[in-house]
């Protein structure tokens, strides 16, 4: 990275050892979360990060690719990927593995409303995690935001990447929008573009003033649907936890 | 120990007792005709053989019961009987269809002497609902010849090759052909055989007579080869009265763990796979195999994955009317040095990696060991096979490649294991699509890279020969980034080029 070129992006509120939650905005977007916490985990804790990863996610966005890892700038060394039939084995191989320090971070993902996952299971995963240190990140795919004991709660979408020459698409980028953190940062937004050769994430800008009007839209991609007839869905997403 | 009527005795255990007034027979087809395959002792003393004809065997007993033989069973049966033999010693190996045979080198004070342990095993096999004949010897061959013809017999070593001496030609256990021309030749007994030169004998009937006779003898020993490989390191209790709660079962399986791990130590070694056996009383045998990702001695930390595995066990450990013998044995061992103290950032990592094997251990004990896994390297350029997962225990690191710096990456993050069609609209050939539509969703196409051609691997015989695959990594409106191909050219005015979607990018 050039001296003079953009200072890179500290997502500080990823304490270490804590409960953070990625809901995917769009089905299409579930496909590069378990990509994005392996990279929004690097450069933190050292040590091995265990993977859980569901069957049904398996099914229906492929196996990872080592290849593809390293070119995330990961070590497929120091990945265990342990596949989970559903989310009651998931979630109990993501609590086993988050009590163990020796981890760098442990990645769970989560696919559909996955009822196994209430407030007790999300309070004993992030006890786990605050006493040994090891950050627990969890991707929710095909789920609205719920009320959780974790630490902060996310929304990540795949952004335009920036084109390079001959219109090649560019380093992955995403849009992080922070739907709830301890210290009150609600509504904080992150537009990041990952530096695969330092390991850190760029501030990016959005590509142009039509992308949102555009986005909104598109065919493309399944919008998560939001309950809107519950009475007082919005404060619960903000408040409860 | 020979079940001369293991097949009949079979179907009787199935059909249960109160048809056993009558004499029984097991058919089968042979030679175009119903033949008897097995009979229960009851036929035999009518005079039915092996091999009889069924017609004619009606003919002699009228009211003989027939059913039809099942050989798979039968061996099923025999396994079953070898692994409630397993209470005496490891040493348990399978004789011909019928047999079963025992080392008992050692073992036999345990159990109060020779004699008593014979009366014993074979209490069990009536228990199973199996009649047997025993017999113990210097070698397993003699011990089976004496079983089929001096049943009971206890051979003293000094007495045992007079003994064996007296044996008719067919204890030799030889073929039918052999057999008849040895008694034609006017041989009655081993020892008539014994007394002629060897290299006569061979030369008429070749070695395999002579090798047997030897071994009928007792002149030549061979090792039996057991039916489950002999463990490295064993320790066993077996209890006067069954032992049925859970808490004491497992303390008794603590003690054993301990008596094993002295051993170990003593050895310079460590266990990767470990085996708990329990025997029931009504002689069904569980066996609980707990694998380590790497080698241990530690007692504590191994009843910990046992106790895991039995919570996980989806058919839970049933004590029935008591176990009556616990064993635990190594399988598996690899040297393990003495443990030392390292230096301070030493011990960090050290405990670190010994911290994630306590972490896989325990994975594999509750959720089974397919399910960790690690990512592992091939050697080729086939995207598709490069690199794949493989179970934790049974694959080792390998390194990977660094990316090429400053390039957006060129695999994608996810691979899909069979590429799923898509209907895709390109401007001109050989260009990347404008738009495609996978899994009834439209894509518009804003950026795209491409191709890379990537030919199938002829050289490998194995390989199906696909069409030649032209990569493009393309995003979308949405910025979604996938990776597709097309199989086949344009050009080739046969078949038209189809498109795939083989992969996601981050």
């Known amino acids: 990275m050039p001296e003079d070129g953009p200072r890179p992006i500290c997502l500080s509120v990823l304490a270490e050892g804590g409960l953070h939650e990625f809901f995917a905005a769009r089905e299409a977007d ?82 559909g409303e996955a009822r196994a996952y209430d407030l007790v299971a999300s309070r004993r995963l992030a006890l786990a995690a605050r006493a040994s240190g090891v950050p627990v990140m969890m991707a929710r795919l095909g789920a609205p935001p719920m009320p959780s004991a974790a630490q902060t709660r996310w929304k990540a979408e795949a952004l335009p ?18 739907l709830r953190a301890r210290n009150g940062q609600e509504g904080l937004r992150y537009c990041v573009e990952w530096d695969r050769d330092a390991r850190q994430f760029l501030p990016r800008s959005i590509p142009d003033a039509g992308w949102s009007a555009r986005r909104a839209t598109s065919l493309s991609g399944v919008v998560v649907p939001v309950p809107v007839h519950r009475s007082g869905t919005p404060d619960l997403w903000s408040r409860a936890g | 120990m020979w079940c001369p009527f293991l097949s009949t005795d079979r179907a009787r255990r199935i059909s249960g007792p109160g048809r056993d007034e009558r004499p029984f027979v097991l058919v089968e087809k042979a030679k175009g005709a119903l033949r008897i395959g097995a009979v229960d002792a009851k036929a035999a003393g009518l005079g039915l053989r092996l091999g009889m004809m069924l017609t004619q065997a009606r003919a002699l007993v009228p009211g003989v019961m027939t059913e039809e033989a099942d050989l798979a069973a039968d061996a099923h049966l025999l396994h079953i009987l070898a692994e409630a033999c397993e209470i005496f010693t490891p040493l348990v190996a399978l004789r011909g269809q019928d047999g079963v045979i025992l080392d008992i080198s050692g073992c036999a004070h345990l159990f109060g002497g020779e004699r ?44 045992e090759e007079a003994l064996a001496r007296s044996l008719p030609i067919s204890a030799l256990d030889q073929e039918t052909g052999t057999t008849l021309a040895l008694q034609r030749a006017g041989f009655k007994t081993l020892d008539d055989l014994a007394r002629r030169p060897s290299h006569s004998l061979s030369a008429r009937f070749g070695k395999t ?15 039996i080869t057991p039916l489950r490989p002999l463990p490295a390191v064993m320790a066993e209790r077996q209890f006067a009265e069954p032992l049925g709660l859970k808490e004491t079962v497992l303390a008794t399986l ?43 001695r530690e007692t504590a930390s191994l009843m910990r994955l046992v106790r895991l595995k039995i919570e996980a066990l989806t058919d839970p450990l049933d004590p029935g009317f008591g176990f009556d013998a616990l064993r635990l044995a190594v399988l598996h061992v690899e040297p393990l040095g003495e443990a030392q103290p390292h230096l301070d950032d030493e011990r960090r990592v050290a405990e670190g990696a010994r911290d994630l094997t306590d972490l896989v251990n325990r994975l594999v004990a509750r959720f089974g060991r397919e399910n960790v896994q690690r990512f592992v390297s091939c050697d080729t350029h086939d995207p598709a096979l490069a690199g794949g997962t493989a179970a934790w225990l049974s694959s080792a690191p390998t390194p990977w490649p660094a990316p090429v710096p400053e390039e957006p990456p060129a695999r994608p993050f996810t691979l899909f294991a069979h590429p799923q069609p898509i209907d895709v609209l390109a401007e001109v050939p050989d260009s990347p699509p404008l738009r495609f539509r ?69």
């Not at chain 2, 071994?215 to 061979?222: A, C, F, K, M, T």
Request: a positive charge.
């Open chain 1, 30 to 111: 579930g496909a590069a979360l378990g990509a994005l916490m392996l990279m929004l985990s690097a450069g933190r804790k050292k040590g091995a990060r265990l993977w859980v990863r569901q069957e049904a996610q398996v099914r229906e966005a492929g196996m990872p690719c080592p290849a593809g890892l390293v070119e995330l700038g990961a070590n497929p060394a120091e990945v265990l990927l342990f596949r989970a039939r559903d989310v009651a084995t998931a979630l109990q191989a993501g609590l086993e593995s988050a009590r163990c320090a020796a981890l760098g971070a442990v990645i769970i993902e989560l696919r």
């Open chain 1, 161 to 178: 990447s920036r084109a390079l020459v001959a219109k090649a698409p560019g380093p992955p980028s995403f849009e992080l929008t922070l």
């Open chain 2, 116 to 159: 008593a342990l014979g009366q014993a095993a074979r209490r069990r096999m009536q228990m199973i609902g199996v009649q047997t004949q025993a017999a113990i010897a210097g070698t397993p061959e003699a011990a089976w010849a004496f079983a089929r013809f001096r049943h009971g017999t206890l051979a003293r070593p000094e007495a």
């Open chain 2, 209 to 223: 007579l002579v090798e047997a006779l030897r071994r009928v003898l007792g002149q030549e020993d061979i090792r």
């Open chain 2, 254 to 296: 603590e003690r054993l763990a301990g008596d094993v791990m002295a051993t170990l130590e003593a050895r310079g070694e460590g266990g990767r796979t470990f085996e708990a056996s329990f025997f029931r009383t009504d002689n069904t045998v569980r066996r609980i195999l707990i694998e380590t990702a790497q080698a241990t």
């Open chain 2, 438 to 506: 996978w899994r009834r969703v439209l894509h518009e196409v804003t950026l795209a890279e491409g191709p890379e051609r990537i030919a199938p691997e002829w050289w490998r015989e194995a390989s199906p020969a696909p069409d030649t695959r032209d990569y493009y990594r393309v995003e979308d409106a949405n910025g979604h980034r996938f990776w597709i191909f097309r199989e086949g050219f344009y050009e080739d005015t046969t078949a038209r080029p189809r498109w795939f979607m083989h992969g996601l990018f981050a």
